[in-house]
């Protein structure tokens, strides 16, 4: 092992000393994947996926006709240098957009905007675009599903490792989103639907190691996300679920030996439910705002299993700190665009014997299907307002949604209150309907040790 950074020299360096019959670049995130090219220019030989199907999937332009040829959809986007170009694709594609820079790891500086204003302010405070670095717009598809495929081809044959479902709606890094393995409420034929896709995919770019495919779905219609040709941050939780480790059988793929002779041939579907569930550091910086976003903000994650999700979700909660209240009284705050599924929500909990709180306009949507609810002035509006009530311990859970900057600083006293007095906080639709699930499961808790579990899974 050595110590250097990972540049096109100091590895150079290294294979002029080591002479390897092979190098992999797969296993190092995105920084070795940009040096591909260069090794295999110096006649280095790259293991795996080749230097040129690595480029097929990072660069926007190859990657947009591989799209079209395989009849793929991909949301909306465009690329612009400027404000002025930036302004002319979002009229073409239309708002929200989610807006990033090129050639950024984590979501750095990623941005969902709502309108004209905000999105020239993103390109004024947050980045500079230009020639060499553009940024890159895409339809925000709200309300979606989004799914992590960690996938394993030898070039010839694809097994999907894990198909992991995200708890949280589009719009959070998949870093910060909690993640369920198996899938906890798609169907059987979009599984299968997902299956095909990938394994085209995957065959298609020429794969040989490990690939992940990000994908989101959205009003009956799968979205490729992104095609990633090496290991993702997912691929510990996978193996960990499954009881194989994909970096092993991938390495052995990339030096030639087949799916087939490893003995490699379907997905594991785990028996039991893995959920993995990110650690975030807000509590130790005063000020900041709790909300997830675009741009990744944990530090850490834990894994809770389960026969059932509800029963995996609570435990993976539990480790990362949080316990989901059983009683009490739940103050709901939604957005715009999720107003139509809010009266939904609020019956559920209502079910659940909680009483509701929320602000004027949801308010009026909740008692508008007959609910009870009680209305809590903004803390805009003087007091008492809802930052009163969680001081004085009057409110248990709060589910609060905001978009835009505006309404998102606006709302930012709430979600560090909540964070401060220890309320359990969630700030999208998905996260309440997944603590309702957890409050209606009555089954007892098992308690099992992983390796137990993995030694099931292969009787």
């Known amino acids: 092992m050595y110590f250097e950074p990972i540049t096109v020299v100091d590895v150079l360096s290294i294979i002029e000393l080591e002479n390897p019959q092979g190098v992999i ?20 030989p790259i293991w795996g996926t080749s230097p040129d199907s690595i480029d097929l999937a990072e660069d926007r332009g190859r ?11 991909q949301p909306p986007n465009g690329l612009a240098r400027n404000l002025e170009e930036a302004l002319k694709v979002s009229s073409s594609i239309g708002f929200p957009l989610i807006v990033r820079p090129s050639y950024v790891l984590g979501g750095r500086a990623m941005e969902i905007v709502y309108n004209r204003e905000d999105l020239k302010n993103y390109l004024m405070d947050a980045v500079q ?142 028996s039991h439910f893995s959920v993995k569930e990110a650690v975030l550091p807000f509590s130790k910086f005063q000020g900041v705002d709790p909300i ?53 929500l609020a019956k559920e909990f209502y079910d659940l014997g909680f009483s509701l709180i929320a602000t004027r306009g949801t308010a009026r949507l909740i008692s508008e299907n007959k609910l009870p609810v009680k209305i809590v002035k903004k803390v805009a509006e003087g007091r008492p307002h809802v930052v009163d009530m969680m001081k004085n311990g009057e409110i248990n859970l ?47 808790w098992s308690v099992e040790r992983l390796q137990d579990l993995h030694a099931r899974l292969k009787v």
Do not use: W
Not at 415 to 443: D, F, H, M, P, Q
């Open 25 to 44: 670049v797969q296993y190092g995130g995105q920084t070795p994947l940009k040096l591909a090219r260069e090794l295999e220019k110096n006649g280095v």
């Open 398 to 444: 709060v589910v609060n949604t905001t978009e835009g900057r505006q309404s998102i600083i606006d709302s930012a006293s709430i979600r560090r209150t909540a964070l401060e007095e220890k309320i359990y906080c969630t700030t999208t639709l998905e996260g309440g309907r997944v603590a309702c699930s957890v409050l209606r499961n009555k089954e007892p």
């Open 63 to 73: 990657f947009q006709k591989f799209v079209n040829k395989l009849n793929l959809v």
């Open 292 to 344: 997830l976003g675009p741009e990744m903000k944990s530090t850490g994650e834990v894994m809770g299993t389960g026969k059932s999700f509800a029963e995996a979700y609570e435990k993976a909660r539990l480790g990362a700190g949080e316990e989901i209240p059983r009683k009490g009284s739940v103050f709901i705050s939604v957005r715009h665009s999720d107003r139509k599924y809010v009266a939904k």
């Open 129 to 270: 675009a230009s020639e060499e670095s553009p940024v890159l717009l895409d339809s925000f598809l709200n309300q979606a599903i989004e799914l992590d495929i960690e996938a394993v081809s030898d070039g010839k044959e694809v097994t999907i490792g894990g198909i992991l479902q995200h708890i949280e709606q589009a719009g959070i890094h998949s870093g910060d989103s909690a993640c369920s393995l198996p899938p906890y409420n798609l169907s059987q034929n979009l599984i299968d639907q997902i299956h095909l896709m990938v394994k085209s995919i995957a065959l298609e770019i020429g794969t040989v190691g490990l690939i992940n495919v990000q994908l989101a779905y959205f009003e009956n219609t799968l979205y490729l996300l992104e095609v990633n040709p090496r290991a993702s941050r997912t691929i510990p939780f996978v193996s960990k679920c499954i009881g194989n480790s994909l970096a092993k059988i991938g390495a052995r793929c990339m030096a030639g030996i087949s799916l087939e002779e490893q003995g490699i041939k379907k997905e594991i579907i785990p």
